[in-house]
Every structure is written in C-alpha cells, then in structure tokens.
C-alpha cells in the first residue's frame, strides 16, 4: 500500500516532514471511499431491506429484516396491479427505442468521427443541442398532434418520442468510440480495394462491436428510465411502462400508498440495471465519460 | 468551424484526395441524413409547434348560432404569456420559476463540491477503486421516478429519517413546504453528485504526474496545488459536467412529481405546471407557453457557459491539442 501512495521512496527519507505529514492522513482516502459508498448504496438498501420486510413490520427499522417476507413482491405482482404487464411494455418500448436509435445511429457516428464532410460541426452540433432541449417543450405539441392522429395509448407514441433524447445520446456515444478506432485500419482496407462504405462493413463494424455494445446498455437504460413522456401520452393501464405503474400502485385501502409494494417494485425495476452496471461498468463509465471528457 | 481542422496532417496529392472528399461526401450524406430527418421530426417540428400553440387557446365558449360547444382553437396573441407572467397564472408560474432556479443553483451547486471531492478521494485510493465505481453506477442507474418513490419512503413522517433525527415532531417533509423542497435536493444530490464524480474523475486521470510532482519540488501545499494546478486543469471537464447538470435540472420533473406531487407550491417546477396544464386540463396554449418560456431560459444558459466561460461542449478545442 505504502509503494503505491510513495512512488518516490527516496524522496521520502530526504523530506521526513513530508512523510510525516503523510502518516497521518494516508487512511483518509480509504475513509472517503468508505463513505462514497455508504451514501451511494445506503438509500437502495434501505429499498432492498423495506421490501423484504412483512406489510405489516414495514415501519420497522431494523437493517436486516426480521423475519423475511416475499409478501411484499406478490402484492406487487397481485393482478389489480398490472405490473407483470408494466414490465413487458418498458421493455418493448425501450428495446424497438435502442435499437431504432443504433441502427440510425451507427451509421451518423462513423461518418462524423470519420468522414471529412462539409458541414461536420453543423450535424455535431445539432445533435449536441437537440439533447439539451427540455423535454416539455417537446412534449406538449407532440400530445396534441397524438389526440389528432390517434397515437394516444400506442407503443409508437412512447417510442417516437423517446428517441429526441436517446437519438443524440447514442450518436455522441458511437462518435467518441469510431474516434478512437485507428485510421489505419481503414487506410489498409482502402489500399485492400474496399470502398469506404466496405471499409465500415467489413472491417470497422466488427471492431466497434464493443462500443455499440456499451452504447446499446447506455441508450437502453435511459429509455428504460423514461418517465415523463409515457405518464403523459399512455393513460391505458395495459399500455403504461412499470416506473408508471410503481408511482400509481394504490393501496388496499384507498388513499394509504403501499409502500412495500412500491419498494419490491422498485426493487425489480433497478435489479436488472444494477447487474448490467456491475458486469460492465469499466465499459459504461467509459462510455458515459467519453461525453464529457474528450 | 471550417473542416480543413479535421483534415490529416500530411496532405496528399490534390487529384485523388478530391476525388475522394467528393465520394465521402456522398456517403457522409446519406449516412448522416436518417439521424437528421428523425431530429427534424421529434424535436424540430414539435418546438416550432410549441411556438406556434403558444399563441392560441382551445375555444371553450358556446358558438351563439348553433348553441353548442365550439371546436378549435383561437389566435390570442400574447394573451398566453402575459396570462403566464403578470396575470390569473402570474404566481402560480412565477412560483415555479423561482423552484426550478433555485433547485438548479442549490442543488447543482452542491452536486458539483461533493461529485469534486468524491473524484479526489477516488483518485488518490489505490484499493477498492472497482467497488467505489460500481457504486457511484448506483444512482445513476436507478429510475429517476423510483428515486422519487424511495425518497419518498424515506421521508415519511414514520420513515427512517425522521426516526435517525428522533424530533419530538417529527418533520412532514413529503408534504408541502420548505421541508420539501429540502427533500428533493437531497434526492437530488444523491442521484447525481457520484456521476460528477465519475466524470471529474475521468479528468483528474489525464492529468499527468510530472505536473504535481513538479508542484511538489517547488513546495506547494496541497491546498494550493489543488487551487493552482488540479481544478484549472479539470475545468474544461467540469465546466461541461455542469452545464449538463443545470440543464437537467432546469427541466427536473420526476423527483417533484412522485417524491412530492404536483400542484405543491414549494416544489412545482415548470415542467411540472407545464404537464398539468397540457394533461391533466387539456390547455395546449398555457402549457406551450410554459414549455417556451423554459426553452428560451435553456438556450440562454447554455448560450452564457459555451459563450462566456468557454464551456467547450463539441470538444473540438480538446481535440485539436489532444489527438
């Protein structure tokens, strides 16, 4: 530990005021991290411990709960509910999204990163600001040519609107990782005889599968995430996405919210999220910087 | 902004090369002309729009001639906006606004020092790094609206934080007021000062060594070296992280809604009375109005840091010195 923090020992024994004042604090960071993570964890726990608590000790506050109880999940799987239904349709709609949004997108993000094209900085920009609109704004005329052409409570009217935002997420994704790829591999298939477009066919889509990949849990998650245009366009119980669902569970008693309920869900919701980030979290933290950080 | 930057280095022979440009050109087009056409369809047709239903209102009288509801909307000009800013909707909308800034200045501001420190710590610890990242992935990752509901849990005036502050009265935090407001900040924060975090952290990473060991030789403290040579370094980074927070925030509508709910005076944001108008009652005019209005307040906070503090969104300046 003490040759990671010290890369130079010999600076150490000439200065011995500098190593002493290291002494001291060299636990901070390890301290810090401790408390990144308890901040960072500690309000999902609390989700995880209430919905495996009974209904009925749900206001308990002991961290592990006693006993354990399933009872929570099925009461958010009770059919009055519809959350089983709630799942498939978030997912319909954020999976035809990502993919509608990576098929369009792949396809811009490799000519930006590698074509030289009159009026690049024009589409880079356009696409940089259209992602900074407030979805409102978009919305509300959107709700209104929906009554008029009937889209209201369709799949296509949560999934069109979705892509203003995951459109410009993924091609800013995708043109920070074709970027990165090395020009010589298209310089070698053109002097091979490829065209550009075979250039990116055959030799630069193969390779950028990762980064289509990354951007492909990047985008999914965002459409998943998606609140605010499917509460407004779907008032259809069989059509609304689960985060809709979860915020309009009602209890048995009328007015009381079930909160249980509402945690397991939560808790169903994000499960899937949560391992997608543990198993490629060195990939999405990539990709997630490469927007901010060029 | 002219395309010879992005041109190689080593110039190749004219004949070819144009050749060439011309057919990536081509190509350029038609792979660039799908992205453009469904940005042109979900964003630049509904704004045009918002524009245009801000200026109408859906009639709601009884046509004098055949007694019955009237259909269609009618021009009112600027009825909207001045309805929105000094008439009936005048506080309700003022009030949001007042919301929406200081969400956006407390929180923001909060999210930046602790996403700061917490990049730091993760810089400087060695062990444990694939932990910590896996963690701050947490908040991001979990539906903003289910944040609101876990929040909201929490809060509760029996839930857990008002039993770790053990008040004689316990505090009402998820139902209207000061408290409130309080209480989305935090959700707030929570949600998003680890991913600050992470993209200051991506900063800190390519700054090199020999710089703060040359701080080091030449005696400075860890304060300034922080001060003089860390945070001037990670500006550019920082300055793009927040501008993205502010904008996101401008617009915050799922951690009101279902950590709060609407038509609460202490956390209505314009999203907010912007959805309610438009859902809930039907009124495109009033809503688009709204909607308008903070786009035009977007635009002009963007327009400020890209222009102002040189925020340096397309990175196009990085690009040229880094690669």
């Known amino acids: 530990m003490s040759t990671t923090l010290d890369p130079t020992p010999q600076e150490v024994s000439t200065s011995p005021a500098a190593a002493k004042d290291r002494a001291w604090w060299w636990w901070l960071p390890y301290a810090g991290i401790g408390l990144i993570v308890l901040y960072c964890l500690s309000p999902f726990y609390w989700m995880l411990v209430s ?18 109880s399933i009872e929570n999940y099925t009461a958010a799987f009770a059919d009055n509910n519809g959350f089983l239904r709630a799942l498939l349709n978030s997912f319909l709609v954020a999976g035809i999204t990502t993919v509608l949004v990576l098929l369009i997108g792949t396809l811009t993000a490799y000519a930006l990163a590698r074509l030289d094209f009159r009026g690049k900085n024009v589409v880079l920009g356009i696409v940089m600001i259209t992602s900074m609109f407030p979805t409102i704004s978009l ?38 990782f074709f970027r990165q790829m090395p020009t010589e591999l298209e310089e070698a298939a053109q002097i091979d005889g490829c065209t550009p477009a075979q250039a990116f066919r055959k030799v630069i889509l193969p390779l950028a599968a990762p980064g289509v990949f990354t951007t492909a849990i990047i985008t999914f998650i965002a459409a998943w995430n998606e609140f ?27 007015r009381d919210t079930p909160f249980g309920a509402q945690m397991a869900a939560g808790v169903i919701v994000t499960i899937p999220l949560v391992i997608l980030v543990l198993l490629f979290q060195r990939r999405i933290v990539a990709g997630l910087t490469a927007g901010g950080v060029k | 902004m002219s395309t010879t930057t992005e041109a190689p280095p080593t110039p190749s022979p004219p004949p070819p090369r144009q050749s060439r ?45 055949t007694g019955l509801l009237e259909q269609g909307e009618t021009f009112v000009g600027l009825e909207n906006f001045t309805d929105m800013l000094v008439g009936d909707a005048g506080d309700r909308f003022r009030n949001a606004l007042f919301n929406t800034t200081s969400f956006t200045v407390v929180a923001v501001s909060i999210e930046v020092v602790l996403g700061v420190l917490m990049a730091l710590v ?51 935090w998820t139902t209207d007021g000061f408290q409130a407001w309080v209480a989305v900040v935090i959700a707030d924060t929570w949600k998003t000062a680890p991913f600050i975090g992470l993209l200051v952290l991506a900063g800190l990473q390519v700054i090199s060594n020999e710089v703060y060991e040359a701080a080091k030789l030449d005696g400075a403290s860890p304060w300034k070296t922080f001060w003089a040579i860390t945070l001037p370094l990670v500006k550019p980074t ?24 609407p038509g609460k005076d202490a956390t209505d944001t314009i999203t907010v009375i912007a959805y ?33 503090l040189g925020a340096d969104v397309l990175g196009t300046r990085a690009g040229k010195k880094g690669r």
């Open chain 1, 51 to 68: 919905s495996l608590r009974r209904t009925n000790d749900i206001f308990a506050d002991s961290p592990v709960p006693t006993p354990f």
């Open chain 1, 139 to 176: 919305l509300v005329p959107l709700l209104e040519l929906f009554s008029s052409i009937g889209w209201i409570n369709t799949y296509q009217a949560m999934i069109v609107p979705s892509m203003s935002f995951a459109l410009p997420l993924a091609v800013w994704n995708l043109t920070t």
């Open chain 1, 228 to 254: 605010i245009i499917a509460l407004s366009v779907v008032n259809e119980k069989g059509l609304k996405t689960a985060p809709v669902i979860i915020s309009q569970f009602t209890g048995e008693y009328g």
């Open chain 2, 21 to 65: 440009r011309a057919g990536a050109g081509r190509l350029a087009a038609a792979l660039v002309t799908p992205t453009m056409l469904v940005l042109a369809l979900v964003v630049a047709y509904p704004v045009l729009a918002a524009f245009r239903l801000a200026f109408y209102q859906k009639k709601d009288g009884i046509d004098p001639e």
């Open chain 2, 122 to 172: 993760m810089h400087r610890a060695f062990k444990g790094r694939a932990l910590v990242r896996a963690a701050i992935l947490v908040p991001w990752a979990v539906p903003t609206a289910i944040a609101g509901l876990l929040w909201r849990w929490i809060f509760q005036a029996d839930g857990v934080v008002n039993k770790v502050l053990d008040l004689e009265t316990p505090i009402l």
């Open chain 2, 238 to 261: 920082l300055l793009v992280a927040v501008l993205f927070r502010i904008l996101d925030t401008l617009r915050m509508f799922d951690l009101p809604f279902t950590l709060i709910g």
């Open chain 2, 276 to 308: 309610e108008e438009a859902v809930k009652f039907g009124k495109y005019g009033p809503a688009s109005a709204y909607s308008v209005f903070l786009f035009l307040y977007v635009a002009v906070v963007a327009f400020v840091f890209v222009k102002l």
